[in-house]
Nanobody, 123 residues
Framework: QLQLVESGGGLVQPGGSLRLSCAAS????????VNWFRQAPGKEREGVAC????????NYADSVKGRFAISRDNAKNTVYLQMNSLKPEDTAVYYC????????????????WGQGTQVTVSS
């Protein structure tokens, strides 16, 4: 089965850090840009960050810029999201997916969604 598997979520206090992982299963991530999304209860899904296939281009939502960092290790077929200075409003289920394009271009279609990983920021 072709999918991305997220892990690394948990409960953390405000100001804390977490690193999420997004591992590809059944296919090679090298060719694709990868996006992280999140969805909080009662809210629409929002894009958080994107990294191009080579890792040379990254972009971020304004709400996480300067606090989150996306990276990838193509040898491990994995993309990461380092989240620092976490805030309660970062609480959400985090998902990764790919548009199956090389670069971080706007797309209507994303593929290989996983089950997501819950991030809860609370004291």
């Amino acid at each position: 089965q072709l999918q991305l598997v997220e892990s690394g979520g948990g409960l953390v206090q405000p100001g804390g850090s977490l690193r999420l992982s997004c591992a590809a299963s059944g296919f090679t991530l090298d060719y694709y840009a990868v996006n992280w999304f999140r969805q909080a209860p009662g809210k629409e899904r929002e894009g958080v960050a994107c990294i191009s296939n080579s890792g040379s281009i990254t972009n971020y939502a304004d709400s996480v810029k300067g606090r989150f960092a996306i990276s990838r290790d193509n040898a491990k077929n994995t993309v990461y999201l380092q989240m620092n200075s976490l805030k309660p409003e970062d609480t959400a289920v985090y998902y990764c997916a790919t548009s199956r394009r090389l670069l971080c271009e706007r797309s209507q279609d994303y593929y290989y969604w996983g089950q997501g990983t819950q991030v809860t920021v609370s004291s």
